[in-house]
């Protein structure tokens, strides 16, 4: 049985298929992919009981077509190496760039699998058909970005052991509430950040100095529909984007986006090569999730008031502190990270203080994907 993860119909035949290309040096891949912090992507659990009794009924027409077109399966076959794929000098790559790559690329495909396995477990425990559906489509496209990301790593000699990762990660677990909230956002996130940078290469080819970018036009496409279905789930029930439920969703916008913006910061290197400015890329991959997400929020963040991008600044200071209080070690490494985490504290319950805008999301709120 020949079959390449991009070709796989489900998560589970492409996740087999990536693992019938054999171990490979991946011990220092899987560590990095097994770690646990505030700005590494985590693994999640959720009471799938309540998940699974969701009614799509409200949405049904939109939900449908929806459906349809992720069981037509426009990028089957898309997540695998073809005649586009140039040859990557990876000894030849500046050090410092490459090991900034890596550590994106496995962080990446960390972040598909945890996609990708919250997916197929609801799938696997799921008796509701409408949701095991969309949730088995969803897993097997994250399987197949993860394959294709493992795949890249392997050319420089390192893959991610997605078996052993879902077994030994740790899983956090959010209530499903809150996994809407993550999850939608991730997707949306995923999108403007992947087209942003197609979109930024397609202008400026020669920074191009990785082949994957040439698919990330194909592949923010199916994290846009993963959003929508997030989307819709969220619209069965008005009182998830309502009452108080308006402060959680302040809250996962503020932490989505500084979590993000913090963690682009800490790899110079690998926006430098792209000829990317990480404030005006935060800033365009907010202002675009910002837009998008009108859909169905019922607020947007305001990111042109003067105290967002200084907080996120103070953030990213206090998050340098804090790494340098852990290479330091000892008594004042401790007292550095602890001063560290504070400023990081205070940075950030300043972001949440700035005054929100309301939105008033629309009737269908079905999007396609414009940028
Ligand atoms: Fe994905
Ligand atoms: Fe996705």
């Not at 799921?126 to 489509?137: A, M, P, R, S, V």
């Not at 985490?341 to 309301?358: C, D, E, G, N, Y």
Request: net charge neutral; aromatic share 12%; proline share 5%.
């Amino acid at each position: 049985m020949n079959v390449h993860s991009a070709d796989a119909l489900t998560a589970e035949d492409a996740i087999a298929a990536q693992e019938a290309l054999g171990p490979i040096n991946s011990e220092m891949a899987t560590k990095v992919a097994l770690q646990n912090t505030l700005l590494t992507p985590r693994f999640y659990t959720t009471d799938f009981d309540e998940m699974d009794s969701i009614d799509v009924t409200p949405v049904r027409a939109e939900w449908d077509k929806l459906i349809n077109q992720m069981k037509s399966d426009p990028n089957r076959g898309h997540f695998k190496k073809n005649a586009d794929w140039d040859k990557v000098d990876w000894e030849g790559m500046e050090p410092k760039l490459r090991a900034e790559f890596i550590d994106f690329l496995i962080s990446s495909c960390t972040a598909e699998f945890s996609g990708c396995v919250l997916y197929k477990e609801m799938k696997r425990r799921g008796k509701n058909e409408d949701i095991t559906t969309l949730f088995q489509l969803m897993a097997r496209d994250e399987a197949r970005h993860a394959g294709f990301i493992n795949d890249a790593l392997r050319e420089a000699g390192i893959a991610v052991n997605l078996g052993f990762l879902t077994q030994a990660k740790k899983y956090t677990y959010f209530r499903p509430k809150f996994i809407y909230y993550a999850t939608y956002l991730s997707e949306k996130i995923g999108y403007a950040r992947y087209i942003t940078i197609f979109r930024h290469l397609e202008a400026h080819p020669e920074q191009r100095f990785h082949p994957i970018f040439k698919w990330f036009r194909e592949w923010c496409n199916d994290e846009f529909s993963h959003g929508e279905a997030f989307a819709l789930l969220m619209r069965t029930d008005p009182k998830l984007t309502s009452g108080v439920n308006k402060l959680w969703i302040k809250f996962f916008l503020t932490a989505v986006y500084s979590t993000m913006s913090v963690r682009d910061h800490q790899r110079p290197e690998f926006h430098k090569a792209l000829g990317v400015d990480p404030v005006w890329y935060g800033y365009e991959v907010f202002k675009k999730t910002s837009e998008i997400s009108k859909q169905v929020f019922p607020l947007t963040l305001d990111i042109d008031s003067p105290r967002w991008q200084p907080n996120l600044d103070r953030m990213e200071a206090a998050n340098h502190q804090i790494a340098e209080g852990r290479k330091q070690g000892g008594v004042g490494g401790w007292i550095k990270r602890q001063l560290g985490s504070a400023k990081a504290a205070v940075a950030f319950v300043s972001l949440l203080t700035i005054r929100s805008i309301p939105n008033e999301a629309p009737v269908n709120c079905r999007l396609e994907p414009a940028y």
